[in-house]
């Protein structure tokens, strides 16, 4: 069955213009296209059932935009989604009015400001939002800061804590909101202590907290001053840790231990701490057991470890306790998550023996 005479002509002419992006209410039965001079509507007058009316109508669109009539093909959904669309018909995946075809382009690795700006007009959805906000060239144009903003205003809708942390690491990247709406997130937190997890994600030296740095006299910073430029890491990191924003840091990551949501919060806060002092582990996450890594850190033999101690032995506890932070992850937390799959308050008093010693080194750090 083909469609419409009236349908059919007001398709022709559309295409013939050549639109931008074509999206499909489906629910109203509405067709849409965006093109330079703004936006044009065609009210579909289906001969049929909707849902067959609707096929028909994209494997129209298909049939002029890619020769064929075969449409967007949504098997390849997993494929598409890991980024895997050609970047060279991006912009034809917009004509097809198919949502997948549409995903399949916020997820492609040649994704600029321009085909942000048709994607997003094609459908607005918080899933798009975030995978979008991942493009440098995106966070860099124009789209950025409009994606940033939607993510915010859509924070009271959401449900998951690791799509609410999702949505405040890439919205807090530099340049997308201003300092005011920054400041007003920071205050959310107190009653949504999971936002503080998305802020150390995204800007962990730039936290909107005044904490007092950690007193060192004269000659140690200049010691340990001395080391770092020369390229020592544990010298680096324990400058950076005693800085206003390092006890900043630990500070809030303090908060976040004290009622994580669910199991992918605390792996995800663990990934955060680890990654904050990845400059002492170079190989990465070691993947080792709360037991083995106090272990390994007890007979610690590391040629910059023990030039920070040469100049300065009283530090050597606050340097093992950095070395041991930086090496947690989920295989400190494996022994518990591989039991249950508890979250609340049940996982958090089953993770408090391997808590506490976290909390400990942190406190040790703390001025």
């Known amino acids: 069955m083909d469609l419409s005479h009236e349908d059919a002509l007001r398709l022709n002419v559309l295409l013939a213009n050549k639109p931008q992006a074509i999206r499909i209410d489906e629910s109203s039965m509405t067709l849409y296209g965006?093109?330079?001079?703004?936006?044009?509507?065609?009210?579909?007058?289906?001969?049929?059932?909707?849902?067959?009316?609707l096929?028909?109508?994209?494997?129209?669109?298909?049939?002029?935009?890619?020769?064929s009539?075969?449409?967007?093909?949504?098997?390849?959904?997993?494929?598409?989604?890991?980024g895997q669309t050609r970047d060279e018909n991006l912009d034809q995946l917009l004509l097809l009015g198919e949502p997948e075809a549409v995903v399949a382009v916020t997820c492609a690795s040649?994704?600029?400001?321009?085909?942000?700006?048709?994607?997003?007009?094609?459908?607005q959805d918080p899933d798009n939002a975030r995978r979008m906000l991942n493009v440098p060239a995106v966070v860099e144009g124009k789209m950025g800061p409009e994606l940033a903003r939607f993510l915010i205003d859509y924070l009271p809708f959401e449900t998951e804590p690791m799509l609410i942390v999702e949505s405040l690491r890439l919205s807090l990247q530099p340049g997308l909101i201003p300092d005011q709406l920054r400041a007003d997130l920071w205050k959310r937190c107190l009653r949504k202590?999971?936002?503080?997890?998305?802020?150390?994600?995204?800007?962990?030296?730039?936290?909107?907290?005044?904490v007092a740095a950690r007193q060192l006299d004269e000659l140690e910073i200049a010691g340990f001053k001395g080391?770092?430029?020369?390229?020592?890491?544990?010298?680096?990191?324990?400058l950076r840790i005693c800085s206003s924003q390092g006890q900043a840091f630990l500070a809030t990551v303090l908060r976040v231990m004290e009622k994580p949501a669910n199991q992918d919060v605390v792996s995800l806060l663990l990934d955060v701490l680890r990654g904050y002092l990845s400059p002492l582990r170079p190989a990465g996450d070691p993947d080792l057991d709360l037991e083995t890594l106090t272990t390994?850190?007890?007979?610690?033999?590391?040629p910059?470890?023990?030039?920070?101690?040469?100049?300065?032995?009283?530090?050597?506890?606050?340097?093992?306790?950095?070395?041991?932070?930086?090496?947690?992850?989920?295989?400190?937390?494996?022994?518990?998550?591989?039991?249950?799959?508890?979250?609340?308050?049940?996982?958090?008093s089953r993770l408090a023996p391997v808590f506490e010693v976290l909390r400990s080194h942190i406190l040790s750090l703390q001025g």
Request: contains cysteine; neutral net charge.
């Open 193 to 210: 202590p999971s936002y503080y997890l998305g802020f150390l994600a995204s800007t962990p030296d730039e936290l909107p907290e005044n």
């Open 304 to 348: 910059a470890f023990e030039a920070c101690l040469a100049l300065f032995p009283a530090r050597e506890a606050a340097l093992r306790s950095l070395y041991l932070l930086s090496g947690v992850g989920y295989g400190i937390v494996r022994p518990v998550f591989s039991r249950t799959d508890a979250i609340g308050s049940l996982m958090r």
């Open 296 to 302: 390994e850190v007890v007979v610690l033999d590391d």
């Open 227 to 238: 080391l770092a430029e020369a390229g020592n890491p544990f010298a680096g990191q324990w």
């Open 69 to 82: 009539p075969g449409g967007y093909p949504i098997y390849l959904k997993r494929w598409s989604r890991m």
């Open 110 to 123: 040649g994704l600029n400001d321009e085909l942000a700006r048709r994607a997003w007009w094609t459908q």
């Open 34 to 53: 965006l093109s330079e001079k703004g936006e044009a509507k065609i009210s579909l007058n289906p001969n049929c059932r909707d849902d067959l009316y």
């Open 55 to 67: 096929r028909k109508v994209r494997e129209m669109l298909s049939g002029h935009v890619q020769g």
